[in-house]
């Protein structure tokens, strides 16, 4: 989807890992967790010997679920955020961590994305003369 390339940009901007050097870091292939209607999030487990990475993003209230069901918190400074972003007219999504290694996990709130629109030049004419 353009909403998922324009992250995995993102991510690659801001992490210290590309796909082609998990293998040469010991990494597993990811498994990815493709978005349901049921779910409302989608995401990637990553595993290293008896440690597992996985990381969600969605809507708020999904992967606030996911995050306290695993006995994580999910801040108010979160949903503040959530709630701003809507404001302006973009779609905020979640994303949250897990890190699993035998019967503990952690879990935690990585940020919020902003998704905005990009509206092209003359559409909105464009709609006026389809009417």
């Given at each position: 989807t353009?909403?998922?390339?324009?992250?995995?940009?993102l991510?690659?901007?801001?992490?210290?890992v590309?796909a082609?050097?998990?293998?040469?870091?010991g990494?597993a292939?990811?498994v990815?967790?493709p978005?349901?209607?049921?779910?409302?999030?989608?995401?990637v487990d990553?595993?290293?010997?008896?440690?597992?990475?996985?990381?969600?993003k969605g809507?708020?209230?999904a992967?606030?679920?996911?995050v306290?069901e695993r006995a994580?918190?999910f801040p108010d400074?979160?949903?503040?955020a959530?709630?701003?972003?809507?404001?302006a007219?973009s779609?905020p999504?979640?994303?949250?961590?897990s890190i699993a290694q035998?019967?503990?996990?952690?879990?935690?709130?990585?940020g919020?994305i902003?998704l905005k629109?990009?509206v092209k030049?003359g559409?909105?004419?464009?709609?006026?003369?389809?009417r």
């Open positions: 353009p909403e998922g390339r324009s992250i995995v940009v991510a690659r901007q801001q992490s210290d590309s082609p050097e998990m293998g040469e870091r990494l292939a990811p990815f967790v978005f349901t209607a049921q779910t409302r999030m989608s995401g990553v595993a290293n010997g008896q440690i597992v990475r996985s990381v969600r809507a708020a209230d992967v606030r679920r996911y306290t994580g918190k400074v979160v949903m503040q959530v709630d701003d972003v809507a404001r007219g779609t999504l979640v994303v949250a961590e035998g019967t503990e996990e952690s879990v935690r709130v990585l919020v902003e629109d990009i030049a559409i909105r004419e464009r709609f006026v003369e389809l």
